[in-house]
C-alpha cells in the first residue's frame, strides 16, 4: 500500500496536468478546477485502501470528466431557472464530455495553465493564490500560511478569481507577443513562490519539497525557452539553480536544518552551479538589468565561494543595496541587515533592523525574529539572542526550522 505521503505528492504533481487537460477539451476553467479538485479528494480517499490505479492521471482525468458533467448540467439548470423562457444552446466549449469521450492525457498544459492564471484581469494577489492552487497543486491551507492570511479569506480569493476569469472570457492558450509584458512579472512572481515553498516550506515535518523545486525549474525552463532574451526570465532560473544547487546540503540526515556557513559544499550540486552562473553572467552582459538577476548574483557569489570565510561580503551587500533601490521589499531591507553585519559588525546590521519592527508584511513573521538573534548573539548579547531564537521558533510552523531556532536558544543557555 502507497503511503498517504507519497500518495499526497503523486497528487500534486498531477494537479495542473489534470486541469490543463480538461480545460483544454472544455474551456471552462471554473468548473473544470472544482471538478479535478472533487476528483483529488476521491483519490485521496480511495487509493490509501484500495491502492494507486495502475495510470493514476487517466483515472483523474475520467473521475473529474464524469464530475464536470454533473456541474455543467447543474449550471445549465440553473441558468434555464434564471432566464426561465429563453432557450439556452450551450457552446461546444461548455459541452459535458460523454462517457465514450476521450482526450489526449499525455499532453502538458503546465505552462499554459499557469498564463491563464496571471491573467491581467485578476489582481496580482489573486494571480498568485490561484496558480499556488491550480498549477503547483498547494492547498488552500498552504497557501493562506504563505500569505500570512486565514484559510476561509484564501479561499473566498480563489473562488472570486475562478468566477473572475469566467467572466472576462479568460482563454486557454500562451499569449501573443504584445500581451506578455501585462503577464510576465506575476508568472517569474508566482514561479519563484512554488520555488520557495519547495525550498523552505511554510509548514509541515520537512523542510524542503523537492517536487515544488523541481517543478518551478521545469516551468521556468519552459519559459526560458519561450521568451530566451529576456533577461529576468533568464534570471530566475539561474536563481532557482544556484539555490537549488544548496537543497541537499540544507538538511542533516535526521531532518534537522543545516544553516549556509556549516554546510559540507562538495554536496552542492556543481553542475547546477555551473549552468546558474552562465545563464546569469549572460543575462547580466546582454540584457537590461532586473530585481531577479541581482538575486542570482548573490546567490553566484554565495554558491563560488570555496568556505564561508572567503564569500565576497562587500559585494554582497552593494548588490543588496542596489537591489533594494530598484525593488524596495522588507525581505531585500532584512538580508541587506545580514550583509551589512559581515561587513560592518553586527550593531550596523542591529540598526537597519529596527527600520523593520513596523514592517507590515513582516508582522508575526518568524524571520525577522530569527535574523534579529543571530545578530545579538554575533554582538555578544546572549540572553537578548536567546529570547528572541525562542521567540521566532514560536511563530514558525516549520518543524525543522523550529527544532534548529530551539537549539540555538538551548545552547545560549548553557
Known amino acids: 500500500m502507497t503511503g498517504d505521503h507519497e500518495i499526497g505528492d503523486l497528487l500534486r504533481r498531477l494537479t495542473p496536468q489534470v486541469i490543463g487537460v480538461l480545460t483544454r477539451k472544455?474551456?471552462?476553467?471554473?468548473?473544470?478546477?472544482?471538478?479535478?479538485?472533487?476528483?483529488?479528494?476521491?483519490?485521496?480517499?480511495?487509493?490509501?485502501?484500495?491502492?494507486?490505479p495502475e495510470h493514476p492521471r487517466a483515472w483523474l482525468i475520467t473521475a473529474a470528466s464524469r464530475r464536470l458533467t454533473d456541474l455543467i448540467r447543474s449550471d445549465?439548470?440553473?441558468?434555464?431557472?434564471?432566464?426561465?423562457?429563453?432557450?439556452?444552446?450551450?457552446?461546444?466549449?461548455?459541452?459535458?464530455?460523454?462517457?465514450?469521450?476521450?482526450?489526449?492525457?499525455?499532453?502538458d498544459d503546465s505552462l499554459q495553465l499557469l498564463v491563464l492564471c496571471c491573467h491581467p484581469a485578476l489582481s496580482s494577489a489573486s494571480q498568485i493564490a490561484l496558480t499556488l492552487r491550480s498549477v503547483a497543486g498547494l492547498t488552500t491551507a498552504q497557501i493562506a500560511a504563505a500569505f500570512l492570511v486565514p484559510e476561509a479569506t484564501m479561499s473566498q480569493r480563489i473562488t472570486r478569481a475562478k468566477l473572475r476569469l469566467a467572466e472576462v472570457g479568460a482563454h486557454f492558450s500562451m499569449p501573443d507577443a504584445d500581451e506578455w509584458p501585462a503577464r510576465l512579472a506575476a508568472v517569474l512572481h508566482v514561479l519563484y513562490l512554488v520555488f520557495n515553498e519547495g525550498y523552505t516550506s511554510t509548514s509541515g515535518p520537512d523542510l524542503t519539497r523537492p517536487e515544488l523545486t523541481a517543478e518551478a525549474i521545469r516551468l521556468t525552463r519552459q519559459m526560458?525557452?519561450?521568451?530566451?532574451?529576456?533577461?529576468?526570465?533568464?534570471?530566475?532560473?539561474?536563481?532557482?539553480?544556484?539555490?537549488?544547487?544548496?537543497?541537499?546540503?540544507?538538511?542533516?540526515?535526521?531532518?534537522?536544518?543545516?544553516?549556509?556557513?556549516?554546510?559540507?559544499?562538495?554536496?552542492?550540486?556543481?553542475?547546477?552551479?555551473?549552468?546558474?552562473?552562465?545563464?546569469?553572467?549572460d543575462a547580466l552582459t546582454r540584457t537590461r538589468l532586473g530585481p531577479y538577476q541581482l538575486q542570482a548574483a548573490i546567490a553566484a557569489i554565495h554558491d563560488e565561494a570555496a568556505d564561508p570565510g572567503s564569500t565576497d561580503w562587500a559585494q554582497i551587500l552593494a548588490l543588496y543595496a542596489l537591489l533594494e533601490s530598484m525593488a524596495p521589499n522588507p525581505m531585500v531591507t532584512l538580508n541587506r541587515?545580514?550583509?551589512?553585519?559581515?561587513?560592518?559588525?553586527?550593531?550596523?546590521?542591529l540598526r537597519v533592523l529596527e527600520q523593520l519592527d513596523d514592517a507590515r508584511a513582516l508582522v508575526g513573521h518568524h524571520r525577522l525574529l530569527a535574523v534579529r538573534a543571530h545578530l545579538l548573539e554575533m554582538d555578544g548579547q546572549v540572553a537578548k539572542a536567546r529570547e528572541a531564537?525562542?521567540?521566532a521558533a514560536r511563530r514558525t510552523t516549520s518543524g525543522p526550522e523550529k527544532r534548529y531556532l530551539e537549539a540555538k536558544a538551548h545552547n545560549l543557555s548553557r
Not at 81 to 91: I, K, S
Not at 337 to 349: C, K, M, S
Open 76 to 107: 445549465s439548470a440553473r441558468r434555464q431557472r434564471e432566464e426561465r423562457d429563453a432557450v439556452m444552446q450551450r457552446p461546444e466549449s461548455m459541452r459535458a464530455p460523454s462517457a465514450d469521450e476521450t482526450v489526449n492525457a499525455d499532453h
Open 389 to 391: 531564537y525562542l521567540g
Open 26 to 52: 472544455y474551456g471552462v476553467f471554473d468548473l473544470c478546477e472544482d471538478a479535478v479538485q472533487e476528483a483529488l479528494l476521491a483519490a485521496a480517499t480511495q487509493w490509501p485502501e484500495q491502492g494507486v
Open 337 to 349: 541587515a545580514i550583509a551589512l553585519a559581515e561587513v560592518r559588525g553586527p550593531r550596523a546590521g
Open 224 to 281: 526560458h525557452r519561450v521568451l530566451p532574451d529576456d533577461g529576468e526570465v533568464t534570471g530566475v532560473l539561474a536563481l532557482m539553480l544556484l539555490t537549488e544547487a544548496r537543497r541537499t546540503a540544507r538538511t542533516a540526515p535526521d531532518g534537522a536544518l543545516v544553516p549556509l556557513a556549516e554546510q559540507d559544499r562538495t554536496r552542492w550540486n556543481s553542475e547546477q552551479i555551473a549552468e546558474g552562473v552562465a545563464l546569469v553572467s
